[in-house]
């Protein structure tokens, strides 16, 4: 079965930093990779998604990620983190082969402090 | 935007009891979800369905756990009897009918906390 990885359970960062966060699957197969935020009290929402393509990719709130496919990793990023963007940060991953089912990474949780 | 909608938003029950998580879908999606997070753990996938059957389950959706689409809104899983393991946040989701090795993602609604005394 799938399994995804993210190495950073906690990162702390003071406004202004750069963010890298890793995420790392287990199949080499056909994927689909997802990374969602959840801020305190709130549900998942999607920050960005590859399906195919451009393997950098741009979501929403000044985050990007990067599928290498020959290090099976999306890392997410963000040049300039701000108080706001402290929350959980899910991996997830779709393996196109067995089916519609995510598997989600154990997730990272940022705080970044004013 | 249209949302995932869930109630109730906390759901506290006593050990050994029923449960019922309601879920209302996105209009147009045809594929739907449940995952349940417990505190501090990833989140994990119980069950997808569509087209009024079950497409998927994992491991922990076992014979305590159903799920139903009783008329063409809701979307319901049922704990039949509860233990204090089942106690976390669950998730549904929905996304519009799959096509192929074209995957649409999946929205996610606010969670049901359930706490087992």
């Known amino acids: 079965a799938q399994s995804v990885s993210q190495h950073n359970h906690h990162v702390i960062l003071s406004e202004a930093a750069s963010l890298e966060l890793g995420c790392n699957y287990s199949y080499g197969g056909t994927v689909n990779l997802f990374w969602y935020v959840q801020y305190p009290g709130q549900h998942l929402q999607l920050l960005l998604k590859y399906f195919s393509g451009d393997p950098l990719v741009k979501g929403i709130k000044g985050f990007e990620a990067e599928f290498i496919k020959s290090k099976f990793s999306f890392n997410l990023r963000k040049p300039s983190v701000q108080w706001s963007d402290t929350a959980e940060y899910f991996c997830a991953v779709i393996d196109t082969n067995t089916g519609n089912q995510f598997y989600f990474g154990t997730g990272t949780s940022l705080t970044v402090i004013p | 935007e249209p949302e995932v909608t869930q109630t109730p938003s906390h759901q506290v029950t006593q050990m050994g009891q029923e449960v019922i998580l309601r879920c209302v879908p996105i209009?147009?999606?045809?594929?739907f979800y449940w995952y349940r997070q417990i505190l501090g753990q990833k989140v994990e996938f119980l069950v997808s369905?569509?087209?009024?059957?079950?497409?998927?389950k994992s491991e922990i959706f076992d014979d305590q756990f159903s799920v139903e689409r009783p008329d063409g809104s809701n979307f319901t899983l049922k704990i039949r009897s509860t233990k204090l393991e089942d106690s976390a946040m669950y998730f549904c989701?929905?996304?519009?009918?799959?096509?192929?090795?074209?995957?649409?993602?999946?929205?996610f609604g606010d969670g049901t906390r359930l706490s087992i005394l």
């Open positions: 209009s147009n999606h045809l594929y």
């Open positions: 369905f569509y087209n009024n059957e079950i497409s998927e």
């Open positions: 989701a929905s996304s519009e009918r799959m096509r192929h090795r074209s995957n649409q993602p999946q929205h």
